[in-house]
């Protein structure tokens, strides 16, 4: 066993994934469908990649701007002008090296060390990792939950927020409970803000993948000003099956421009020219491939829903937004354990509630954005195995 080399306190305190340390165990295991992870399983439609192959031959290699190549951001503009009523320049878009990217530039802006960011829980253990790794200090507001159904108290998270408070993180539509904010919550969350002088990031990756009336989940573009303290972080990853790929956004009051951009340009420098060419392809043609991605989940939602309801073991509401079923189970209590267990006899790979911090415990995740086949018969074998409980 190697000797332990000294590192700082924020690399050593960084947890371990708990979705990992799943996958881990279930890695390449024959005829396993892998509902663990975020993402679908269809690879970037030809198009982009023909984009950046363009790029590559015409020589795209060198520097770019930190901000992102102006193409983009114009395709960026226009693409939230198709969708919202707000208006969002394209002086106010940072293209940046992925939603996770996104998020901890976001955490980096608003904070300085020892600062405190309120957050809902359940939720994507990557926010208060980040967070932790920046130097900030996190607290856990878990939302209200009913029979697995999720929902704001407003008046919870208003009692949370203290003198060293200096964000609000919202995740919506969330992973992984699929709760979706309604324009009242997204009201009451931006009075909160305005009030004590928070800023709100905002991460609206799933906006998309909404199963209400229309093209998308409200939004705080919906309730706020140009002017208000509010960072939109988005992702390239979901929409268009690009998650390989490392691309995002970051949607910033113009105020902050020279100090969001000098960030990114000393982490990565910008994001690789010949990608963001890729990027403005699927912003500009990808339409019907996001109409595809949202019809595949919504469907892969409904079989997944329906067949764990149908066995009277399962606590869970089928999700407003985003693409996972988060559910609890009579009788589970440890759920990385039968997570891995699930995996062994069921040849179902799913994330285990644990992972997703307080009041996600007793639940596990299921990503639903797949081809129906596999959908269907991932279904099968999970009612299967809980029903035998």
Not at 144 to 149: F, H, I, P, R, S
Not at 178 to 196: F, I, P, V, Y
């Amino acid at each position: 066993m190697s000797e332990k080399i000294a590192v700082s306190s924020r690399a050593d305190e960084t947890p371990p994934s708990g979705i990992v340390a799943v996958v881990k165990h279930g890695r390449g295991r024959e005829g396993l469908i892998p509902l663990w992870s975020g993402e679908g399983d269809l690879p970037t439609p030809a198009f982009i990649g023909e984009a950046t192959t363009r790029a590559l031959e015409a020589g795209e290699t060198f520097y770019t701007w930190q901000r992102g190549v102006p193409e983009l951001r114009e395709a960026l503009s226009r693409y939230y002008a198709r969708l919202y009523a707000e208006p969002v320049p394209a002086e106010r878009v940072f293209v940046v090296g992925s939603g996770m990217q996104a998020i901890k530039l976001s955490i980096d802006l608003v904070t300085s060390p020892g600062d405190e960011v309120v957050y809902l829980t359940p939720a994507w253990p990557n926010f208060p990792a980040a967070a932790g790794v920046s130097g900030a200090r996190t607290k856990a507001v878990p939302l209200t939950e009913e029979n697995g159904a999720f929902s704001l108290d407003a008046d919870r998270l208003a009692a949370s927020i203290g003198p060293h408070t200096r964000a609000i993180f919202v995740n919506t539509p969330a992973n992984p409970t699929g709760w979706t904010a309604s324009r009242e919550d997204l009201d009451a969350l931006l009075e909160l803000a305005r009030k004590h002088g928070l800023w709100i990031i905002a991460d609206e990756i799933y906006a998309r993948y909404y199963y209400g009336e229309g093209e998308r989940a409200p939004s705080f573009l919906d309730v706020a000003h140009a002017e208000d303290r509010i960072l939109y972080v988005n992702s390239f990853s979901k929409n268009w099956s690009m998650t390989g790929w490392r691309i995002g956004w970051i949607v910033a009051p113009e105020a902050v421009g020279q100090q969001l951009e000098n960030l990114i340009q000393y982490s990565t420098s910008g994001v690789a020219p010949f990608l963001q060419r890729g990027a403005v392809a699927a912003v500009e043609e990808g339409e019907a491939v996001v109409r595809e991605n949202i019809a595949r989940a919504a469907h892969g939602r409904d079989v997944l829903c329906e067949a764990l309801l149908a066995t009277n073991r399962v606590a869970m509401a089928k999700p407003a937004g985003a693409f996972y079923a988060f559910f609890a189970v009579d009788g589970i209590t440890d759920t990385m354990a039968v997570a891995k267990d699930i995996i062994d006899r069921a040849g179902v790979g799913l994330s285990p509630g644990v992972a997703f911090g307080p009041g996600g415990e007793r639940f596990l995740r299921a990503c639903f954005l797949r081809d129906p086949r596999q959908m269907k018969t991932a279904a099968e074998r999970l009612a299967d195995y809980f029903s035998a409980l």
